[in-house]
């Protein structure tokens, strides 16, 4: 769990590789899926550049990272 929260960024950049691969060598997927897929990696994206964003901005503040803002709803449910 604590990786996934120190490095959202490097676990999204993985899950589109392999969504990529899995696209490119499995023709016999339904096409439906596999943007149902890619709809759900860009909103995850979303997320976690949201996420990155707030982590950058409190680093030389001293905030702690995951208290601001009105969106961290989203990150939580993303994260659970």
Known sequence: MHFI???????????????????????????????????????????????EDRKTAGAGEGIEVGRQGDDQGDADELSA
Do not use: D
């Open 5 to 51: 929260k120190t490095h959202p960024a490097r676990i999204y950049a993985v899950a589109v590789a392999a969504l990529a691969l899995v696209a490119h060598y499995v023709p016999a997927l339904p096409s439906a899926l596999v943007l149902g897929l890619v709809a759900a990696v860009l909103g995850t994206g979303e997320a976690i550049q949201r996420t």
